[in-house]
């Protein structure tokens, strides 16, 4: 099993929320890590969004709107990146990311069409 | 403004060996950690390898243990990525990272490089 799991495809339409998931493998605890988010256009590098650990505990990369925010749910053992207001520019893969173990860990990927 | 500037990638048969580079710019090189990330055709990320920002601290991916060698040159403001036994499942876009905190080995990598093509293929 992944040490993170995201849904491989989003749909939202424009105006709308997305609501974006990364759930660490059962086992690996979400309170205590730090995850980050990244999204990728094609054709470009990823550029860094945004990292969450706590509400006390969090940074938004440079120039990333407030639109883009992070959170956890504990319950399910997962990092969360919402984008309101979703804007045709925001379609891209995203992917999140932690330390775990010694070593930097991708999830797979999420998809994200706004149509 | 932060720059890295990826270089060396190319075409290398199967068993072969490759010296990527990456040229930063725009922040102080000595203080901050560097990594590689790749990217298969049509896939997701991969982490390949970290450096620390003095360079006396490496990780790597349990893919690329013992084949690949991370390291640093201050002096030239240069990271490397010495890569051997090349397979054709390392065929990726070797990307540069820079580190997002100063001296913080596990910070956010936070800036990017455009990539170098590595392709393995006889």
Known sequence: QAVLTQPSSLSASPGASASLTCT?????NVVTYRIYWYQQKPGSPPQYLLSYKSDSDKEQGSGVPSRFSGSKDASANA???????LQSEDEADYYCMMWYSSAWVFGGGTKLTVL | EVQLL???GGLVQPGGSLRLSCAASGFTFSNYALSWVRQAPGKGLEWVSTISYTGATTFYADSVKGRFTISRDTSQSTLYLEMSSLRADDTAVYYCAKGGLV????SSLDHWGQGTLVTVSS
């Open chain 1, 79 to 85: 990092g969360i990146l919402l984008i309101s207001g």
């Open chain 2, 6 to 8: 990826e270089s060396g």
């Open chain 2, 103 to 106: 001296y913080i080995t596990t």
């Open chain 1, 24 to 28: 660490l493998r059962s086992g690996i």
